[in-house]
């Protein structure tokens, strides 16, 4: 048994994400991003959202919900 984890960065106007906006851990080293099971929305102001799900054998911790700004 192993976790699989994942930090979210925004990237600014200078091309460089200096820390992550969020992070998550799943179970048994599931990778919900490469699974597809994320849901990415951006609104006009330049900022979003990332839901980060896991499925019911491999749930995702640490608030899968992320906010995401690229101002």
């Given amino acids: 048994?192993?976790?699989g984890s994942g930090e979210?960065?925004?990237v600014g106007?200078?091309?460089?994400?200096?820390?992550?906006?969020g992070s998550w851990?799943?179970?048994d080293g599931y990778r919900p991003i490469a699974a597809g099971t994320y849901e990415l929305r951006w609104s006009r102001d330049g900022?979003?959202?990332?839901l980060v799900r896991g499925t019911e054998g491999n749930p995702v911790m640490?608030?899968?919900l992320h906010s995401v700004d690229c101002n």
Avoid: E, H, K
């Fill in 1 to 3: 048994m192993f976790a």
């Fill in 8 to 10: 979210v960065y925004a």
């Fill in 13 to 21: 106007p200078t091309g460089i994400a200096w820390r992550p906006s």
């Fill in 25 to 27: 851990q799943a179970d």
């Fill in 47 to 50: 900022g979003g959202t990332l």
């Fill in 62 to 64: 640490n608030n899968g």
